[in-house]
């Protein structure tokens, strides 16, 4: 079944009362380098890269397509059942701005050019276990030291999973159709569930600080066979591939580092990330 496009938005909206940009001035640049992948499902390996990102790398083109008329870059990661597992990336934030947000989105296509089409085979085994997904190295274009961050509110929606027709899962924890009523896809799991200490789901841990970034995305729950979807329009029906995942997404900021007055603001829960908006 064609997959449903969508595209990808983010705007990390800060509301503190009197905050600039020029208050902070945290100037984190766009990521660059080479860092590593890994994915993993129930500790089984499920894809391992080393990756090029920015200008000349494997990702060039960090942007939407909404900011510059051309669809962010792709890069192979991996293969499961014959099918590709590509990685995409966005990049939002001027240098100048108190905080870089950044989307990873992980998909399984039909090709590596068809990537809006659904490959064979789920990007995760309905019954396998839960998800990690591991970065490490990560450095950014003007040298900045920074700090991976997510914000312990469920407004900083973290991630998410859709099926083969790009609907989104209601998985466990995961927020409500428009629940904050921006008229968007609130289906995803907030900041605070990767934070509240359980670590049985959904887990953040930072593993390294500084000019080189490490850290990882735990314990994310895989749907299985009985999560149900919304079809995009408030209500919740059965997927058409039960367990079938085409894409993982999830997102973390950087703040330079120190920066007390950044993280403050962050952690008051000043922050929101919007949802990727269906076309």
């Not at 766009?30 to 390996?45: C, K, M």
């Not at 993280?263 to 922050?271: P, T």
Request: proline share 5%; aromatic share 10%.
């Amino acid at each position: 079944m064609m997959l449903r496009k969508m595209t990808a938005l983010g705007m990390f909206a800060l509301c503190a009362a009197g905050f600039s940009a020029s208050n902070a001035m945290a100037q984190v640049g766009d990521p660059f380098g080479t860092f590593n992948i890994e994915v993993r499902q129930g500790g089984n390996l499920i894809a391992q890269d080393s990756v090029s990102i920015g200008p000349g790398g494997d990702l060039q083109d960090l942007d939407p397509i909404f900011i510059d008329g051309t669809r962010e870059s792709h890069t192979q990661i991996g293969m499961v059942g014959g099918s590709p597992i590509i990685l995409k990336v966005v990049s939002e934030g001027r240098a100048s701005e108190a905080f870089r947000l950044t989307h990873w989105y992980i998909d399984v296509p039909l090709t590596v050019d068809l990537i809006d089409l659904p490959g064979v085979t789920s990007l995760f085994d309905p019954n396998g276990g839960n998800i990690d997904v591991t970065i490490t190295g990560l450095e950014f274009a003007n040298g900045a030291a920074v700090m991976p961050v997510i914000v312990p509110t469920p407004t900083f929606s973290t991630s998410f999973m859709r099926d083969i027709s790009g609907n989104f899962y209601e998985s466990t924890s995961a927020g409500t159709f428009n629940q904050y009523g921006h008229g968007l896809y609130d289906i995803q799991v907030g900041g605070d569930k990767y934070l509240d200490g359980d670590l049985s789901a959904y887990t953040f841990d930072v593993l390294a600080s500084g000019t080189s970034a490490s850290w990882r995305w735990g314990n994310i729950l895989n749907p299985g066979l009985n999560t149900k979807v919304n079809d995009g329009f408030g209500a919740t029906i059965n997927p058409n591939s039960p367990g079938y995942v085409f894409e993982l997404g999830t997102a973390v900021a950087f703040v330079a580092i120190p920066e007390p007055a950044t993280m403050g603001l962050l952690i008051s829960g000043g922050a929101v990330l919007l949802l990727r908006r269906r076309r």
